[in-house]
């Protein structure tokens, strides 16, 4: 990780088995920028939405996005290592709370992984779960939502084979977004330990 990284206030943590130590840190648009848009411009981030974008454009979204109460942004550190992008928002709050019967304990979320030196087996699913313990953490939230590019199959895969339900395509100003959710009672149960 560098020091830079290293030396910011986790907004979450936790220890990722076989992984290595997860830390959610706030984007600070000025200077995480650079790194941001090397994983956006990628062809394989195209579902993103910022493909084309320039530095500056990623930077402004990410200020916008940090003058927001109801949204927030984070770099995800693993093991001291940059993992991607994990956005959380209210949906109340959002365009994609018109779509669909948006609920004030509707915790909505985005992720964006970077890309990997070395795939490793289970670490979509372990990292995924802990993001969802850090939006459960809030005891006035009791679901999940997101809502990927419905193209984007390997992502609509990923949130089913992790416990999400599928919910309906609509259409939102940028997409046509493939609804996920999961429901706090049916996480709670997958990942409860066995006696």
Same mark, same amino acid.
């Given at each position: $990780?560098?020091?830079?990284?290293?030396?910011?206030?986790?907004?979450?943590?936790?220890?990722?088995?076989?992984?290595?130590?997860?830390?959610?840190?706030?984007?600070?648009?000025?200077?995480?920028?650079?790194?941001?848009?090397?994983?956006?411009?990628?062809?394989?981030?195209?579902?993103?939405? $910022?493909?084309?974008?320039?530095?500056?454009?990623?930077?402004?979204?990410? &200020?916008?996005?940090? &003058?927001?109460?109801?949204?927030?942004?984070?770099?995800?550190?693993?093991?001291?290592? /940059?993992?991607?992008?994990?956005?959380?928002?209210?949906?109340?709050?959002? /365009?994609?709370?018109?779509?669909?019967?948006?609920?004030?304990?509707?915790?909505? $979320?985005?992720?964006?992984?970077?890309?990997?030196?070395?795939?490793?087996?289970?670490? *979509?699913? *372990?990292?995924?779960?802990?993001?969802?313990?850090?939006?459960?953490?809030?005891?006035?939230?009791?679901?999940?939502?997101?809502?990927?590019?419905?193209?984007?199959?390997?992502?609509?895969?990923?949130?089913?084979?992790?416990?999400?339900?599928?919910?309906? *395509?609509?259409?939102?100003?940028?997409?046509?977004?493939?609804?996920?959710?999961?429901?706090?009672?049916?996480?709670?149960?997958?990942?409860?330990? *066995?006696?």
């Amino acid at each position: $990780m560098t020091d830079d990284l290293a030396a910011r206030a986790a907004a979450y943590a936790e220890d990722l088995p076989g992984l290595g130590h997860l830390r959610l840190l706030r984007v600070l648009p000025d200077q995480d920028a650079n790194l941001i848009h090397s994983w956006v411009r990628e062809e394989r981030a195209r579902f993103w939405g $910022m493909n084309g974008w320039s530095r500056e454009q990623v930077r402004d979204v990410y &200020s916008f996005l940090d &003058s927001l109460d109801t949204h927030h942004g984070y770099l995800m550190t693993v093991a001291g290592r /940059p993992e991607g992008i994990f956005q959380t928002y209210e949906p109340l709050h959002d /365009p994609v709370g018109e779509a669909y019967p948006a609920r004030e304990e509707d915790a909505g $979320m985005h992720l964006l992984l970077a890309p990997a030196a070395a795939p490793v087996p289970g670490f *979509t699913a *372990t990292l995924l779960a802990a993001l969802v313990r850090f939006l459960l953490a809030d005891p006035a939230k009791d679901r999940v939502v997101a809502e990927p590019d419905a193209r984007n199959s390997k992502a609509v895969s990923r949130f089913l084979r992790c416990g999400f339900e599928a919910g309906p *395509t609509v259409q939102l100003a940028e997409k046509e977004a493939r609804l996920v959710f999961l429901e706090r009672a049916a996480f709670e149960s997958r990942t409860a330990p *066995t006696p």
